[in-house]
């Protein structure tokens, strides 16, 4: 019986959203492992920590995809007594594969900005550019009203940077740290962007020029993409009739 192989993956994931879309910086693809490996299940999350590996394992899941990659910056050597190191090696002995897909598929509807639009109910949303998607609010909403409804719907304290008493309708998202998007932003109508973090300088600029930043927190602003590509993933493996289970863990690692 045919099974299938971490190659498989490899292909579906560089056909939604090609590997040599990816920032220079970046390090994508598959990280560990092999392509011809057996696929007995597959988990998704942003970020490889030891909870990861250790459901993973649980749900027989030998094949890893992430968000963050692991080895961002070059390594030369594993020390297990290390963060980074110790994970390497766990990943390894376990027997799974890891690939990681990143600015890749930040670039895509696949992305935590596209899903974080569905979970707000923006109307009318765009991929407007590589990394923001821009929709409106069925109601205007004056910045700190706004800020307390981001807060309520996302289960987290959402920070904002601007007038509190700005109407917003058209909004930017950014999943993730991207707050120099606020110029594109702008340029393109939009009166407020939602991203992952802010950098003091952006948070004044954008102020000052009468625009909003709301900082909702990294993986917050990314979570609904792991649920949403394991979901599609899934439905990928069904078609081809292969009894493999894709799950989804988008708990925070902190």
Not at 143 to 169: H, N, W
């Amino acid at each position: 019986m045919p099974q299938l192989c971490v190659k498989d993956i490899y292909e579906w994931l560089n056909n939604i959203a090609p590997f040599d879309q990816s920032e220079e910086f970046d390090n994508v693809g598959l990280l560990i492992g092999r392509m011809d490996q057996a696929v007995s299940g597959v988990m998704v999350a942003l970020d490889i920590t030891p909870d990861v590996i250790l459901e993973a394992a649980k749900a027989n899941a030998n094949l890893l995809i992430s968000h963050h990659p692991l080895m961002f910056q070059p390594i030369q050597r594993v020390l297990t007594n290390e963060y980074e190191g110790m994970l390497l090696s766990q990943i390894i002995q376990h027997g799974m594969c890891l690939i990681a897909a990143h600015t890749n598929i930040d670039r895509t509807t696949f992305s935590g900005s596209a899903r974080l639009a569905d979970v707000l109910n923006l109307h009318g949303t765009m991929h407007a550019e590589p990394y923001l998607f821009i929709g409106c609010l069925h109601d205007p909403q004056p910045a700190g009203r706004l800020e307390a409804i981001l807060s309520d719907t996302l289960k987290t304290k959402v920070k904002r940077f601007g007038d509190p008493a700005a109407e917003i309708q058209k909004i930017a998202i950014a999943g993730g740290a991207y707050s120099e998007g606020y110029l594109q932003a702008a340029k393109m109508g939009a009166q407020a962007l939602i991203t992952g973090e802010v950098r003091h300088h952006h948070a004044v600029a954008a102020a000052q020029s009468g625009f909003v930043l709301f900082e909702a927190g990294h993986h917050v602003t990314e979570a609904p993409m792991a649920a949403f590509l394991a979901e599609c993933l899934q439905k990928h493996v069904n078609e081809l009739k292969y009894n493999v289970r894709v799950c989804a863990l988008s708990s925070s690692p902190y």
